[in-house]
């Protein structure tokens, strides 16, 4: 049987809201597909190598617990560049994706080093951006989840696509994420990708090319996630 392997960064610290299903979706669809996974969790960063790692994800959590690991993130973060710009297939999630960049600004004025990766900027207001969210997609089509943070993400990369309803990135230029090689990164929790199969499809897929081994079938029966998807897509624009 294929395998690849999932390296999940700081679970102890980064879950906010369920992250954790989107590790559960991604070992379920490789399932599906006779690939096995092997979800290697990460809580220290001294002396790791990501030279057997196919997919990394890092969650979200509160400031303080973001501000934690990014501390242990730091020490990789030429590894972690390295990655993304070598196409590993990626999936951050609120803090995960803001402390790609350089800095992230508190509603107190307070200024966090991020990693400095990407080119992103964060600013965090006291008005939460809450609520259900849908984006139309060029890559994925229609997205639905979550969103529940104070942060303004604001950068000049590809996003994931265009809020429909609801915030993204920030209360201004209703886009959403950040799409940049493999790299997702997002603010929707809830957890996103059990929601929206063709983006955890994409993640497994470019894992399997890079690796070299089969992704078959390309096509699930998905009429059950695609039935769950618009009837959430129906209840949010219908209430608008």
Not at 52 to 63: L, P, Q, R
Not at 198 to 210: F, G, M, P, V
Not at 227 to 232: H, L, M, N, S
């Amino acid at each position: 049987m294929s395998s690849i392997k999932i390296y999940h960064f700081m679970p102890d610290k980064l879950n906010l809201y369920g992250d954790i299903g989107n590790i559960i979706a991604l070992k379920q669809r490789a399932k599906w597909r006779n690939i096995n996974v092997e979800v290697v969790d990460i809580t220290e960063t001294d002396d790791l190598s990501l030279d057997e790692c196919d997919i990394f994800f890092i969650g979200g959590g509160s400031d303080r617990e973001q501000s934690l690991a990014t501390e242990q993130l730091k020490k990789i973060k030429t590894q972690l560049k390295n990655a993304i710009e070598d196409g590993m297939p990626t999936l951050t999630i609120c803090g995960g994706y803001q402390f790609l960049g350089s800095e992230y600004v508190t509603p107190d004025g307070t200024r966090l080093e991020g990693l400095n990766i990407l080119n992103i900027f964060t600013e965090s207001k006291k008005e939460r951006l809450i609520g259900d969210i849908v984006i139309e997609s060029e890559t994925f089509g229609q997205i639905v989840g979550f969103e529940n943070h104070g942060g303004r993400t604001y950068h000049e990369y590809p996003t994931l696509g265009k809020v429909v309803d609801g915030y993204g990135n920030n209360d201004t230029d209703k886009r959403e994420g950040i799409h940049y090689k493999n790299l997702l990164g997002t603010y929707l929790h809830g957890p996103i990708l059990p929601k929206n199969h063709e983006i955890t499809d994409y993640l497994l897929k470019q894992a399997c090319i890079r690796k070299g081994i089969a992704f078959e079938p390309e096509k699930l029966d998905n009429t059950v996630e695609e039935a769950a998807k618009q009837a959430i897509i129906k209840r949010l624009l219908k209430a608008k």
